[in-house]
């Protein structure tokens, strides 16, 4: 078999470093991390046959199909968890949820991030270096770069046909197209972090020194859409053996993620931005593009367009809770709608699902509460821990489909004042319970989302007989079931995420719970909706059919079209009828429909809104108070801070600048 590149290099710098190991232990030690940095084995060894003095080689990794599908699942394993919050920096580095402040035994990276402690010394959750994310077993180094020599290395080996002679002309193919796919989404991944990024398009040699040059957005952004585009002709348009390959990549999902990647160069951040005029490398080559282009715009909307007519073309549509045979009201049937829309494992409407990464933060999401056959498991198994400020409460419309501020028909001025439950609002708040007004009147998402003192929160062991009557229902006060008292375990704002807990887990009674894990949504139908409403909206400014895909969303969370809504309800009732109206309409209804999955964080960035939005006071309830009267009170738990434009963009870090003299470090760091 003739060796790639990286393989010739590889083995010479081996060889090299034995001899010299042999003489000097220190050498070896020095030389066993590097090689672990260069991920040339890294996460591979179930994958890579090992020869008998243990030395990492990829001469058999593509002698058979078996070895070989070995080393794509390899290519695979670099793929982001983000099922996990502490690994999800997009969920846990803004201001959706905050963890407790009088501990930082629950900190991790994201959180410091949102908590304004990233540095250029020691970058938190840096993914140019693979290091400080967190401290769980496969996570520290795993470096993206070496996922792209992976893939670039697997694409090389497997384009010649001698390696690997019983893998099928097919399947060769498919195997090619997704490594291509799989390189262009970890640029994506780099790319929404780091802005200009290098281009790995190849195998390179193995050298002493790192030299890596960054390279502009544009060119940037066209190559991962090239490589993307490379992939389609030979991805399936779907998974035919869902036992074995969900989460594969199919046609749909690089679809979509190239429309990701072009509504992302299309934003403010990266269209049009004179911040970064005067950001170039070390030769003078300007790295941003400060010249705003409206095609980059036509470019995100086409490309959103085709990735929704080959979801729904594949069977995709947007999830709705059906077939009950728990006799539920409607109003839970709708809740059900939307939070199963990212619970339900493999639902119709999620397009990529991440197999290598399943959701199991329900109990730190969840609060110990109070149902209908009594108090569900104890509060050291059930936290409740992560919390969402008033202004996300604040953030979902009025029962209307409106901003509560512009819903001319429901005073929340007084968003706190005290009033109690009634039987007709029993499915959303338990009746006679007095709790803030500001959870009174409000859309079906902010009761599918969201728990609070007084709140239902219905889960199918709630009571005997799995209806939505007397089920679970949350008290937060000082003291109580879910409030604050316990050493580590208490919410800091008095609201929950509920959205993210499924409901036929089982959490009732003294044992630990039973969770209903499921592969992370990593793109929901519903996302490529609104992209292409917000695309339309630039291309084609206050576009009818921008506001067409909105209502689909609307509709599916229990609420009037945008027009009717607003001309009916709102105090700007022509809101929707201009570019800039329609504009704030659409960020909005994203900040809603995907809270609490990762995505305002870079929503905010791209937009450029994270200055406004990351610079105001984080607030909760009084979680110390015992009465209904001293809880529902506002208090200030900290003030984020985000300092622009040095915050939109990630520090690549002193030790990375240091050693690679090529590279520029990002403005403001």
């Given at each position: 078999m003739k060796k790639s590149i990286l393989t010739n290099n590889y083995l010479k710098v081996f060889r090299a470093i034995v001899k010299k190991s042999a003489i000097n232990p220190i050498y070896k030690l020095s030389t066993f991390i590097l090689f672990i940095y260069s991920g040339i084995f890294y996460s591979c060894e179930d994958y890579l046959n090992i020869v008998p003095d243990n030395v990492a080689t990829i001469d058999n990794a593509f002698t058979l199909r078996n070895e070989a599908e070995k080393y794509l699942f390899t290519c695979y394993s670099y793929l982001p968890k983000h099922g996990d919050g502490w690994y999800n920096v997009g969920m846990m580095g803004a201001d959706e949820i905050i963890l407790p402040q009088a501990t930082e035994g629950q900190w991790h990276a994201a959180f410091r991030i949102a908590m304004g402690q990233q540095n250029k010394d020691y970058p938190y959750f840096n993914e140019w270096a693979g290091t400080n994310k967190g401290s769980g077993a496969g996570y520290i180094y795993l470096k993206l770069f070496t996922g792209m020599r992976h893939c670039n290395t697997f694409i090389e080996e497997i384009s010649d046909e001698n390696n690997a002679p019983d893998l099928s002309l097919n399947e060769r193919a498919r195997w090619l197209a997704e490594a291509k796919f799989l390189n262009a989404y970890y640029h994506y991944h780099l790319f929404r972090m780091y802005g200009p990024i290098p281009i790995m398009d190849g195998v390179p040699p193995i050298t002493e020194e790192p030299t890596a040059h960054r390279m502009p957005v544009d060119s940037v952004v066209n190559f991962i859409t090239n490589t993307i585009d490379e992939s389609l002709e030979n991805l399936p348009d779907r998974i035919i053996a869902e036992n074995t390959e969900l989460g594969r990549i199919t046609k749909p999902i690089a679809l979509a993620i190239k429309a990701k990647v072009l509504l992302f160069a299309a934003s403010p951040l990266y269209n049009g931005n004179t911040d970064y005029a005067n950001f170039s490398d070390k030769e003078g080559i300007q790295l941003f593009n400060s010249t705003f282009d409206v095609t980059k715009w036509e470019r995100a909307r086409d490309a959103a367009k085709a990735a929704i007519e080959s979801a729904e073309q594949n069977g995709h549509a947007l999830y709705e809770y059906s077939n009950d045979v728990l006799n539920l009201s409607d109003v839970t049937k709708t809740q059900l709608s939307i939070r199963n829309s990212v619970t339900e494992r493999w639902n119709e409407e999620v397009i990529w699902g991440l197999s290598n990464s399943y959701f199991f933060n329900h109990n730190l999401a969840m609060p110990p509460m109070v149902g209908g056959t009594g108090t569900s498991t104890s509060r050291f198994v059930l936290g409740g821990i992560w919390s969402a400020p008033i202004k996300i409460a604040k953030m979902f419309y009025s029962e209307?489909?409106?901003?509560?501020?512009?819903?001319?028909?429901?005073?929340?001025?007084?968003?706190?004042?005290?009033?109690?439950?009634?039987?007709?609002?029993?499915?959303?708040?338990?009746?006679?319970?007095?709790?803030?007004?500001?959870n009174f009147d409000r859309e079906p998402r902010f009761y599918a989302n969201l728990g609070f003192d007084g709140g239902m929160w219905y889960m199918k062991d709630g009571n005997s007989n799995g209806d939505d009557d007397e089920n679970y229902h949350i008290e937060s006060k000082n003291a109580e079931t879910a409030g604050y008292g316990h050493f580590t375990n208490w919410n800091e704002t008095g609201y929950f995420i509920k959205?993210?807990?499924?409901?036929?887990?089982?959490?009732?009674?003294?044992?630990?719970?039973?969770?209903?894990?499921?592969p992370w949504p990593e793109i929901r139908l519903a996302d490529l909706y609104l992209m292409y409403a917000e695309a339309l909206n630039e291309a084609e400014p206050a576009s009818s059919l921008a506001i067409e895909y909105i209502d689909r969303v609307r509709n599916r969370a229990g609420l009037e079209g945008v027009a009717e809504s607003w001309s009916t309800y709102s105090s700007n009732p022509s809101k929707y009828t201009t570019q800039d109206g329609l504009r704030e309409i659409i960020h909005q209804e994203r900040m809603i429909e995907f809270a609490f999955e990762g995505q305002r964080f870079w929503d905010l960035r791209r937009w450029k809104k994270a200055a406004e939005e990351l610079n105001k006071d984080i607030t909760g309830l009084n979680i110390y108070g015992k009465t209904a009267e001293t809880y529902n009170t506002e208090r200030v738990i900290f003030t984020q801070e985000f300092i622009t434009p040095r915050d939109y963009l990630w520090p690549i870090g002193n030790y990375d600048i240091r050693r690679n003299p090529n590279l520029v470090e990002n403005p403001g760091w």
């Open positions: 209307n489909g409106v901003p509560i501020e512009e819903d001319k028909t429901l005073d929340f001025s007084d968003y706190l004042s005290l009033r109690a439950g009634t039987e007709e609002e029993k499915y959303n708040i338990y009746p006679t319970f007095e709790t803030a007004r500001l959205k993210l807990v499924h409901w036929e887990s089982s959490t009732s009674g003294s044992t630990d719970p039973s969770w209903l894990t499921y």
